[in-house]
């Protein structure tokens, strides 16, 4: 899909004036990303061009209602988003300090108990019950392990390579521990913990911006220039800049449909960071 804006002038003016537009077609905005230094940004939209199949996720994948383990290989990417890089982020590091401290919550022992009771644990049982492994994937993670979450992010951040990898997304927690019964007490011996990224990487909603992009500047418009681009469209207009909505990803599906290559959403996971613990113990 080719993206351009053209402005005529008044019937009046009887000097034309000639104006050579350089389109930006939708693929080459992962080319201006890499020259920002975006380059998880452009790996992540790249990843959704090479899809073979044009494909729309569902409400129930992006929710998290389907298991991670059910989802076919091109329904996910668990090898682009490195947890250590987002974690680099003051926002992100900020929310991991406060999901490490704050796990332990009525919400967070429930789903600890519902996961145990899965590996066969039940109240009283005088054999220990273990749950979670290190070399578990961030999906594995998900069905087996994980007790607590936290959403990251929002429309209002910067504009940045964060922003344009993952606008917001879903930090998780994940435990590796074993359940078991002392003097007639049930507890939860903790041993590692696990933080990693969940998100979707999908276009759901039409008219929701994704910037305003040019290819002759390999530039993506800030807050303050996307304030100063909505006053006098015309002057950015004719420096290459054009507005990008998520419906012209639908568009380039519906152009692409007969092509090898189609676009498609899918579930983004990060790889998983281990923390060691002292073995401190949970009641259950």
């Known amino acids: 899909m080719t993206l351009a804006t053209a402005t005529t002038t008044p019937r009046s003016d009887t000097n034309p004036i000639r104006v050579i537009v350089d389109p930006l077609h939708l693929d080459e905005i992962p080319d201006i990303m890499d020259a920002m230094n975006w380059h998880t940004a452009a790996k992540l939209m790249r ?3 090479n899809q073979e199949e044009a494909y729309v996720m569902t409400a129930d994948i992006r929710s998290g209602k389907v298991s991670s383990l059910s989802l076919p290989p091109n329904r996910y990417n ?10 680099s982020h003051p926002m992100w590091h900020a929310a991991a300090i406060n999901i490490h401290n ?3 919550s009525p919400k967070g022992i429930d789903r ?36 607590n979450k936290v959403d990251v992010g929002n429309k209002l ?35 590692k913990t696990g933080l990693y990224l969940r998100d979707s990487y999908d276009f759901e ?59 498609g ?19 259950l």
């Open 47 to 49: 990843h959704w061009f």
């Open 78 to 87: 668990d090898d682009i988003v490195k947890i250590d890089w987002l974690l």
């Open 102 to 104: 704050s796990w332990v």
């Open 112 to 147: 600890l108990k519902i996961l145990l009771k899965k590996e066969g644990w039940i109240r009283g049982k005088t054999t220990p019950t273990v749950l979670g492994s290190i070399i578990h994937s961030a999906r594995e993670c998900d069905t087996y392990s994980q007790v």
């Open 157 to 191: 951040n910067r504009v940045d390579g964060l922003y344009g990898a993952i606008g917001n997304g879903t930090l998780k927690i994940a435990v590796v521990g074993t359940a078991f019964n002392r003097h007639g007490r049930d507890f939860f011996r903790v041993e």
């Open 205 to 263: 909603g039409d008219n929701e911006p994704l910037g305003i992009w040019s290819k002759k500047r390999n530039k993506c418009l800030g807050k303050l220039d996307t304030v100063a681009y909505l006053s006098s469209p015309l002057y950015f207009a004719l420096q290459g800049y054009v507005p990008v909505f998520n419906r012209d990803f639908r568009c380039w599906q519906e152009v692409h449909k007969n092509d090898k290559k189609k676009g």
């Open 265 to 283: 959403d899918f579930i983004v996971y990060s790889d998983v960071q281990w923390r060691n613990e002292s073995g401190w113990e949970i009641p």
